[in-house]
């Protein structure tokens, strides 16, 4: 059976959501899936949501009804798996404790906006991780709040230039997790479609969607 997608975009337009869904709408196809892309955030929480193999929402903040949320939850709780990159995930839906404890992340801060900084690979065991070496990458380098049953599979050190009080600390960019029966990946990098075309961030992003699917 064809897999199912649905990959939900909206909020912030300096992260290019539209853009960056059907970038991951394009990874996805490639692998056969069918694949639907949408603005309406209900769609995630639908009666049916239940049905696609996967949820990518591509999401700066906004909000979801009680009941539509915990149509997402259950959906996920039951397999489907739950993906996203940058904003979507670590910024998506802040204000539900449902959806941050599924999602397993949440942004706090990027010191020093756009920089250059070091992402290393520290499970090249991993598939996802596979062949990718330790690079340089140049955005916004996200500290997060994570939950401590994620999988790491890539960092980032903080240098300390632009908040000293923080120097030294090791935050995950690449991690996956379960939430009951669903699959969860999240990588930070990809502040703007464009990133997606860097080979390793491109890579990275396709084989954790499809990790994360059913």
């Known amino acids: 059976m064809t897999k199912k997608a649905l990959v939900v975009w909206g909020g912030m337009e300096l992260h290019t959501p539209e853009r960056g869904a059907n970038v991951v709408r394009q990874l996805l196809e490639e692998e056969g899936f069918a694949v639907?892309?949408?603005?309406?955030?209900?769609?995630?929480?639908?009666?049916?949501?239940?049905?696609?193999?996967?949820v990518v929402p591509v999401i700066t903040d906004g909000s979801l009804a009680p009941e539509k949320m915990n149509n997402l939850i259950a959906a996920i709780r039951a397999g489907t798996g739950l993906a996203g990159y940058h904003m979507g995930l670590a910024t998506t839906f802040r204000a539900s404790v449902p959806f941050r404890y599924a999602a397993s992340v949440y942004w706090v801060q990027h010191p020093g906006n756009i920089i250059t900084y070091t992402v290393d690979v520290t499970r090249s065991d991993h598939p996802i991780m596979a062949g990718i070496e330790s690079f340089e990458h140049t955005s916004e380098q996200y500290y997060l709040?994570?939950?401590?049953?994620?999988?790491?599979?890539?960092?980032?050190?903080?240098?300390?230039?632009?908040?000293?009080?923080?120097?030294?600390?090791?935050?995950p960019v690449v991690f996956t997790t379960t939430h009951d029966q669903g699959r969860v990946f999240y990588s930070s990098l990809g502040h703007t479609a464009d990133e997606l075309e860097i080979p390793q961030v491109r890579t990275i992003l396709k084989r954790g969607l499809l990790w994360a699917a059913r």
């Open 36 to 54: 639907t892309v949408t603005p309406d955030y209900e769609a995630l929480g639908a009666e049916d949501v239940g049905s696609n193999d996967l």
């Open 145 to 171: 709040n994570y939950d401590p049953a994620v999988e790491v599979l890539a960092t980032t050190r903080f240098s300390g230039e632009f908040h000293p009080w923080r120097k030294d600390v090791v935050m």
